[in-house]
């Protein structure tokens, strides 16, 4: 998991009604799976997807997510696979 990806969850705990319970949850969910830190290989291809990408300004933090899993070999996994679709050289699994 991108630690942009983990970044999302804390705020979703930050702002629940419950945010002790949605703790636990994000806390199993990174028992399961590591947080992988922001390397520079994903700074070079966050500038790479973002160049290609300019033009479009929304998505900033899926641009930041799309980044890592080119240069480590690695796939994005995400529900929404079609918001991935536009980033050259990025494997997506739904």
Known sequence: MS???Y???MFGVA???NP????KTVGGSIEAIAVMSFATE???AYADVRKATQERQA???DKLIAAYPAPLDRVAVTNNASDFARYRGI???N
Do not use: F, G, W
């Open 20 to 23: 002790r319970r949605e703790a």
């Open 3 to 5: 630690a942009i990806t």
């Open 59 to 61: 998505h900033a933090l």
């Open 7 to 9: 970044a999302q969850l």
């Open 91 to 93: 494997k997506v699994e």
């Open 15 to 17: 702002i629940s009604p």
């Open 42 to 44: 994903a700074a070079q």
